[in-house]
């Protein structure tokens, strides 16, 4: 008996790290996926194969890379709640980079959400999306649960904690491009250093907080418009603000003026600390803006946004 499901990655337009205190954010879900494959066996064991590590466990037993914790989660949910008398076998097929802020870890939540419950029962999209955010809070508690909506659903997002999510029904007027400095950061830790900085500059933090969400509702009219010009601004305004709660960095800040420069405006995507940026154009193909940005010696890529959202087989 075997389970498969893919989930698409994705890219923060807006809002990150106001998010998980409260304010909405936008998001999209872009045409790079993880698979995850899962088969029932004999063994009491869950065997876990990935390219970030790969281990067996007996099932009573503990695994020990923390990167593999959300899958051992997963397994183990299951095989309790369906008193499974025998193992699960999992693998996980990433196009996604990990660690740098485009979704790997939520995508593949997603995928291993559905794979390992498929061997076992149907659920809906919204029970997968809850499973995915528990086991994504096994290796980042704090998370919003922004990412996993949105590999779930796929699509075009605004996404509040408390108020869940709306899809935007419009088909975007602009193109996206992706930078990556190739500087792996910790989700949990840039989250960590936000929270500081809210403690000890609490009154300014509310006021950003503020300014994030007039901007948030500022761009949904944008999108609706096909304003890409006005997307661009706002991202630039929104990078003004991430700097300000310390998440960008000097090779960042490089990057960003290159793609300022050939775009309508970047930004930081994610959590920051290293990690990717996004630019927003209008013109039909990406093409030149990429081969200057890889002039400068900096990967980037053209990211089409994937409407489609989980799928399982
Ligand atoms: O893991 P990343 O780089 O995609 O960042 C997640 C986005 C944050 O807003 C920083 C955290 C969250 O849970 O929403």
């Known amino acids: 008996m075997t389970s498969g499901a893919s989930a698409p990655g994705k890219i923060i337009l807006f809002g990150e790290h106001f ?16 698979t995850v494959v899962s088969s029932i066996i ?81 659920n809906t999209r919204e029970e997968i999306c809850r499973l995915a955010v528990e086991a994504e809070r096994t290796i980042f508690k704090n998370t919003s649960g922004a990412d996993c909506t949105v590999c779930t659903h796929g699509g075009i997002i605004t996404y509040g904690r408390d108020s869940g999510f709306e899809r935007s029904g419009e088909t975007p007027g602009f193109q996206l491009i992706v930078s990556n400095s190739g500087l792996v950061h910790s989700t949990e830790k840039v989250v960590a250093r936000v929270a500081e900085f809210k403690k000890r500059y609490t009154e300014r933090f509310n006021i950003l907080c503020e300014k994030e969400s007039a901007l948030v509702r500022t761009v949904t009219k944008h999108i609706r418009d096909r304003d890409s010009g006005g997307i661009g601004i706002a991202m630039k305004e929104n990078q003004v603000y991430l700097e300000e709660i310390g998440v960008s960095s000097d090779a960042l800040r490089e990057i960003i003026r290159y793609a300022d420069s050939h775009s ?5 995507t994610g959590a920051g600390g290293g990690g990717c940026i996004i630019s927003v154009t209008d013109e039909p193909s990406p093409d030149h803006i990429i081969k200057k940005m890889q002039g400068y010696g900096i990967h980037s890529f053209g990211a089409k946004i994937d409407h489609t959202g989980l799928e399982t087989f």
């Open 264 to 268: 309508l405006g970047s930004k930081i």
């Open 19 to 34: 998010v998980v205190h409260g304010t909405r954010a936008i998001l999209a879900a872009i045409d790079r996926r993880v």
């Open 42 to 122: 004999d063994e009491s064991v869950i065997r876990i194969e990935s390219a970030l590590g790969s281990e067996e466990m007996d099932v009573s037993g503990s695994g020990t890379v923390p990167e593999l914790r959300p899958f051992e989660f997963l397994a183990k949910r299951m095989i309790r709640e369906f008193s499974h008398a025998g193992g699960i076998d999992i693998k996980i097929i990433s196009e996604i980079p990990h660690g740098v802020g485009l979704g790997s870890s939520s995508a593949s939540c997603v995928a291993a959400a559905a794979s390992i419950s498929g061997l076992f029962t149907r």
